[in-house]
Each structure stands twice: as structure tokens, then as C-alpha cells.
């Protein structure tokens, strides 16, 4: 690989549907350890404000290429734009 190349991840979904990934995704955040994750409330706050984001486009971030299911859950992360909504 190139150095300094990113690459989408997503792109690297050999032999699955979107949906198919989707789900793995909904069951690998519903497997989080308390530890990790925000509360429900605080989880369904940030996807709302996402998802009046411009730079969401099919479940991705275009300004980290996360998927925000993910970073949403996460107590770590934060809204990566520059005004962050969350």
C-alpha cells in the first residue's frame, strides 16, 4: 500500500451486501461493554443530530469516513466537524 493512502474501508467488504454489513455492525454496537458506551438516550441524541448532518451520506461520515452507528456509540468520540454537534 502507499504510503499516506487512506483507504475506504468500506470498499474492503468482499462478498457482502450492504445490508448484510449493517447488521454485523447494529450487533457489534449492541455487544459493547458498558464501559465504552453511552447511554441510549445520549446514542439516539448524537444519530439525530447526524443525521440533519450534510456530510452524512449512506451511514458514513464524509469528514472521518466512519460509520456513525459506531462513533456515535463510543464514549471516546466526538463529532469530527469542526463545529461539533455532539
Known amino acids: 500500500?502507499?504510503?499516506?493512502?487512506?483507504?475506504c474501508r468500506?470498499?474492503?467488504?468482499?462478498?457482502?451486501t450492504e445490508a448484510e454489513y449493517f447488521r454485523k455492525l447494529e450487533n457489534?454496537?449492541?455487544r459493547l461493554d458498558?464501559?465504552?458506551r453511552v447511554e441510549q438516550?445520549?446514542?439516539?441524541s448524537r444519530l439525530e443530530k447526524?443525521?440533519?448532518c450534510i456530510n452524512l451520506t449512506n451511514?458514513?461520515?464524509?469528514?472521518?469516513?466512519?460509520?456513525v452507528e459506531l462513533r456515535a456509540a463510543l464514549k471516546v468520540r466526538k463529532c469530527p466537524?469542526?463545529?461539533?454537534?455532539?
Not at 468500506?10 to 457482502?16: A, M, P, Q, V
Not at 438516550?41 to 439516539?44: A, D, Q
Open 1 to 7: 500500500m502507499t504510503e499516506g493512502l487512506r483507504v
Open 10 to 16: 468500506k470498499c474492503l467488504l468482499r462478498g457482502e
Open 28 to 30: 457489534y454496537i449492541a
Open 34 to 36: 458498558e464501559d465504552v
Open 41 to 44: 438516550e445520549i446514542y439516539e
Open 50 to 52: 447526524c443525521g440533519q
Open 59 to 67: 451511514g458514513m461520515c464524509r469528514l472521518c469516513g466512519c460509520y
Open 81 to 86: 466537524d469542526m463545529d461539533r454537534k455532539w
